[in-house]
């Protein structure tokens, strides 16, 4: 028997259908050895060293895996194809004691029996440069996030974080309002002619004042224009005819996946990413059980396979016809700061067409398949072909114009079309009639409209995504998780669609930009991006990568944490009279939030919680007063009486007040059922839900 060591224990149903007999799958779900939660384990001074622990729940599962392996003919590590992956697959070999020159790594782009078959067949040794550039990674997060952190909660307020990267993309977003803020808007007009041609009416609009761009900036100027065009004929000055093509758009990597669910799907970030792991590890499908669908999905590639290239072709030409084929296959390069480790993203057979699996799918998975589905299949199909005729018009000076343009082969159009957020331009056209130049068209009215400039759009999560892409901030598996953290710290919340930096996010972002500007900065962030990518690359020394930046972050650290700026509120005094003392309670905020405390500290140490903060829920049983909302140290939700610490009652359940009138223990509310704490009392009230 051979052991075969995954990630995701949902992998496990699509592999075994491709592996056979004499295969056994084993799921680490995750990591099994990482940094500890609650200590900073880096040895900074032993060359920055991390000191890694067995993930404190998965000892059972590592003792499983252990005696798997002893009795395994052979072990195969098939973690993800990518850095952290690797990584995972290093910490199984050491916790397996395996030599590093052993062949146990393989890998597979996709959960197909082509792909996984060819990984059998070439196992490799671990690489343990892409290993380090994880390594590299994570001690930078963890000294960022350890040292960093505790300075903001020191100098802002509690329970606040930084993140190498997270600390930049927040910076973005409120750099964005900043220029939204400090935008002056300027007046400016329209014009559209209303020109006729037999039963035709063409919108030509305004585009010149002799032979100069001119765009009329106030009232007065539109005034001279129709004061000079009234009752005049436009005179069809030029027209020019061309035809253009316009190619199909690459495959889809991880970004341009989160930006086209969002804008086409209005699938957030979380969605799509749920929903492209399962399409990846494996869905039901109907007559084939378990199956995955599409490649791996955390990639900056767009490169495609020359077998899964040919496969669409055929499929593009069976369906389609000849002519829908490109007079050679398509092929798209990557950006250079682009890891490439793997392909775009695409589904693994152009045979199981969305339709087909509709039934099975949920509405998520079924549309972002179809989404994946599509471009992959319009990024093999030939150009769109257009004809285009431009006409210039001329009244007394003033140039207007028109486009327009006819379809004359939807080439890769006919199965995909690429979103645009702008409205429709104007002075673009469909048809137009036929025209001569040297011909006079009457004038039927002009159409004029005051506007003023917009500011700059303000991040909505897929663009954020594009903006961290282009600049080489993160990678294709960090950005989901990174902008989904600047929400759950509250230092961003959603309008609409877009994002937008709160109090909190902004008051963070002044801070770091005047202690940590120098690496706290989108330049240098893109620069340290590269530098991971060198040691997975080049094989470069991480200590040394961690090193320079440390030497220049330990001295910021030590400049701001010196430093009497403090951005934190000061106490806000309420008509609260302090039951102990008679002195005004203050509002503080502390670990667990805001609470009253006595402005007589410390002489008087009274506190208690802020009412308006605390959630009540149900009645004490015990005297009647209300119940509130609690978490425990480790987070799990409880409920307490409100008269805390005179009344000590507590309860996993939330409590209606009254007791058992067989036991006389609480009453708890289960959904639609009032039913007795005690288990061993069958008493209930109410339907089951």
Known sequence: MKLVIIESPFKRESLKKYLGNGYEVFATKGHIRDLPAKSFAIDIKNNFEPRYEIVPDKKQLIDDMKKKAQSADEVLIATDPDREGEAISWHVANILGFKPEQKCRIEFNEISKKAVTSALEKPRQINLNLVDAQQARRVLDRIVGYKLSPVLCKKIAPKLSAGRVQSVALKLVVDREREIEAFVPEEYWTAQAMLEKGQNIIKASLASLNGKKFVPKNKEEIDALLTAVKGKDFEVKAIKKSKTKSHAPAPFTTSTMQQDALNKLGMSLARTTSSAQQLYEGVEVKGEGKIALITYIRTDSVRVSVDAQQACLKFIENKFGKDFLPSKPNVYHTKENAQDAHEAIRPITMDITPEMVKETLSSDNYKLYKLIYERFLASQMAEAEYSNVAVNFECEGYGFKVNGRTMEFPGYTSVYKEFVEEDKKEGFEGKLPKLEEGEMLPCKEIKTEQKFTKPPTRYTEATLVKAMEEKGIGRPATYAATITVLTSRKYTQKEGRYLVPTELGRKVTTYLEKFFSGVINVKFTANMEQRLDDIASKGEDWHSVVSSFYNGFSSLLAKADSSALTMKEP????????????????????????????????????TKPLENQVKKVGKCPECGADMVERKSKKGKLFFSCSRYPDCKFMSWD??????????????????????CSNRDCDYKEGDEV
């Open 654 to 675: 939330i409590t209606t007040g009254d007791k058992c009138p067989k036991c006389q223990s609480p009453l708890i509310k289960k959904g639609k059922t009032i039913k």
């Open 571 to 606: 106490p806000q005094e309420t008509d609260i009279v302090c039951e102990k003392c008679g002195h005004k309670m203050l509002i503080r905020e502390g670990k667990f939030g805001k609470f009253l405390a006595c402005s007589n500290f410390p002489k008087c140490r009274n």
